[in-house]
């Protein structure tokens, strides 16, 4: 794993920064296609109008996350790393959260489903999700506990699990997290062949990754614990699991005729 790929000048060019651009590019692609195939072009033109005010939702929702719930104590100490975002210490739960919240404000302003405009992003934002956790890998960054035996990732000098950890063989929660994703996402395109609710496939997204991830979240190393030992991100998880089955069950009876096929 490498945390720079090249230098121009002076200038680091980071792995991190490079596969994150990947990740967003390739899941705003994904969600275009389906758009076309979906016969839901006018919706793809509205997400290319959102395209940048997301990201900069994501980005101050996933900092926000990060510093204020999963490691306050460190930044309460060092208040100017705060903004030090290329640093590592985004989170994806924030980032998703701060999306979301600009999402609404934007269909509401242009009197849209969310619902819909959801269900069309979802399976691009997993697998977003996934090639920016190789991100993390290169980093050096959503590391796992030490194994205790003579198994796992050994970081290299210069990292924050070596920092962390030292010499020690650590879980790699962060590659098994990409390739779970890898996993929803295919589960979330054979639920495309069915027809659903509107809004289900988006809340589909929702349980099944924070399910996943309230379990990979006993083998990171890189968290506070707070309640029952839990991290932050399982507290974000279990909010997001009950949030949703409810949002399901008020779609169920709102709407029960209103069903989207991805014909």
């Not at 940048?52 to 060092?78: C, L, N, Q, T």
Request: hydrophobic share 50%; proline share 4%; glycine share 10%.
């Amino acid at each position: 794993m490498h945390q720079y790929l090249a230098h121009i000048g002076s200038f680091p060019i980071r792995s991190y920064s490079l596969i994150f651009v990947l990740a967003i590019a390739l899941g705003v692609g994904v969600t275009l296609t389906l758009a076309k195939l979906q016969k839901k072009e006018e919706l793809g033109n509205h997400l290319m109008n959102l395209l940048v005010p997301m990201m900069v939702g994501a980005i101050i929702g996933s900092r926000f996350w990060a510093v204020f719930f999963f490691d306050w104590e460190f930044y309460s100490k060092h208040p100017e790393e705060i903004i030090a975002i290329w640093h590592g210490g985004l989170s994806i739960q924030g980032g998703i959260v701060g999306a979301i919240l600009v999402g609404i404000w934007y269909v509401r302003k242009h009197k849209l489903s969310f619902w819909e405009l959801a269900d069309l992003c979802t399976p691009g934002l997993i697998l977003g999700q996934s090639i920016g956790r190789d991100a993390n890998l290169m980093n050096g960054d959503a590391f796992g506990d030490p194994t205790g035996g003579n198994f796992g990732i050994l970081y290299p000098e210069g990292t924050n699990a070596r920092a962390t950890f030292g010499d020690q063989p650590l879980w790699p929660a962060e590659v098994w997290e990409g390739q779970m994703d890898i996993i929803i996402f295919a589960l979330l395109l054979i639920l495309m062949r069915k027809q659903l609710k509107r809004g289900y496939l988006f809340l589909a997204y929702n349980i099944l990754y924070n399910l996943g991830r309230f379990l990979l979240e006993l083998l990171r190393g890189d968290s506070p614990r707070y309640l029952f030992h839990w991290t932050a991100a399982q507290w974000t998880s279990v909010t997001v699991i009950l949030l949703s089955l409810a949002a399901g069950v008020y779609l169920h009876f709102r709407s029960p005729q209103l069903k989207d096929s991805a014909s």
